[in-house]
């Protein structure tokens, strides 16, 4: 079981499944007054982000 958590603990990390969690953590700890987005709108803005500037991906 402890082998089946771990490779679904990495799936979710290569497919940025907590990347909001700690998107907002990152906000609350560093940038206390600022309006923390949905998690709908910070996946928006990062695939927007992706878009702008293509030179982080491999295609």
């Given at each position: ?16 499944g ?34 702008r ?7």
């Open positions: 079981m402890r082998g089946v958590r771990g490779v679904l603990w990495w799936f979710s990390s290569i497919l940025g907590q990347d909001y969690q700690r998107y907002v953590a990152h906000l609350r700890r560093k940038h206390p007054g600022c309006d923390i987005p949905s998690e709908r709108e910070y996946w928006r803005e990062r695939h927007a982000e992706a878009e500037n293509p030179a982080n991906r491999c295609c």
